[in-house]
């Protein structure tokens, strides 16, 4: 391997929103790193699903479509 073209390999603190942190290693710049999904929180993970909503879409969508997907049994 040629010196000197290699970028550094360090470890980076990393938090997440939901608070959990952990150490990884990585050649990115930055010592601390924030995320918004870990493993901990993740639904694939977790198992638990999550609807993240912020600009009222799924109520927009039923409003516009709410019966047209309604099955009759």
Known sequence: MKPEIHP????????????????TKSTMAKENFNIEVCSN???FYTGKQKIVDTAGRVDKFNQKYGNMFKRSV
Request: glycine share 6%; proline share 5%; hydrophobic share 20%.
């Open 41 to 43: 929180c993740h639904p």
């Open 8 to 23: 550094e390999y360090h470890e980076v603190n990393v938090t997440c929103s939901c608070g959990n942190q952990f150490v």
